[in-house]
T-cell receptor, first 110, second 119 residues
Framework: TQLLEQSPQFLSIQEGENLTVYCNSS?????LQWYRQEPGEGPVLLVTVVTGGEVKKLKRLTFQFGDARKDSSLHITAAQPGDTGLYLCAGTDSWGKFQFGAGTQVVVTP | GAVVSQHPSWVICKSGTSVKIECRSL??????MFWYRQFPKQSLMLMAT?????????EQGVEKDKFLINHASLTLSTLTVTSAHPEDSSFYICSARDRQLAGIYNEQFFGPGTRLTVL
């Protein structure tokens, strides 16, 4: 059972466009991470959010944690080809269970 | 900081042989390490949780006798795929949780993965 639902599953956009990836759950998460994974490599941690309503920025990436700590979003402004990759959200729920979402494959074409 | 290495990065073996994959936390101590399996274009699937000095906890459906895990120190965990078969071919990724940060953010830091191909 996937506790974390990611949407969309696949996103293809042109360079310069914006995109948003969503991560939703019916469970409350004590912390939530976003990772990016490129083919043949392990996931790389982008950010951790822990406080409801928290917003974190990493250059052109903006991460938001929902007020109820059940959902999160990742927004990329002016996407570049280097942003191409599999974006994964992952979190620890109230029972200490760590789970990954199914992932969103992002392709940014020049 | 928080660097995790895996060795080998890729391995090809014959059916029936055993393969050992090492996972090391290079600049931190990890009381807990995790082993994942990933199929093409899919998310990571947790296989087992490895705790230093104790037996690993396996997820449902993962054969503990086939995937042997040893976590002998705070910086090293190994996964041995015994009597490998073509269906075991996959991308295996380990992760480690920093002992000092555990319980605060629950972040996992991932190794670069090992591509196993069984002929």
């Amino acid at each position: 059972t996937q506790l974390l639902e990611q949407s969309p599953q696949f996103l293809s956009i042109q360079e310069g466009e914006n995109l948003t990836v969503y991560c939703n759950s019916s469970s409350v998460f004590s912390s939530l991470q976003w990772y990016r994974q490129e083919p043949g490599e392990g996931p790389v941690l982008l950010v951790t959010v822990v406080t409801g309503g928290e917003v974190k920025k990493l250059k052109r990436l903006t991460f938001q944690f929902g007020d109820a700590r059940k959902d999160s979003s990742l927004h990329i402004t002016a996407a570049q080809p280097g942003d191409t990759g599999l974006y994964l959200c992952a979190g620890t729920d109230s029972w200490g269970k760590f789970q990954f979402g199914a992932g969103t494959q992002v392709v940014v074409t020049p | 900081g928080a660097v995790v290495s895996q060795h080998p990065s890729w391995v090809i073996c014959k059916s029936g042989t055993s393969v050992k994959i090492e996972c090391r936390s290079l600049d931190f101590q990890a009381t807990t390490m995790f082993w994942y399996r990933q199929f093409p274009k899919q998310s990571l699937m947790l296989m087992a949780t490895s705790n230093e000095g104790s037996k690993a906890t396996y997820e449902q459906g993962v054969e503990k006798d086939k995937f042997l895990i040893n976590h002998a120190s705070l910086t090293l965990s190994t996964l041995t795929v015994t009597s490998a078969h073509p269906e075991d071919s996959s991308f295996y990724i380990c992760s480690a949780r920093d002992r000092q940060l555990a319980g605060i953010y629950n972040e996992q830091f991932f190794g670069p993965g090992t591509r196993l191909t069984v002929l």
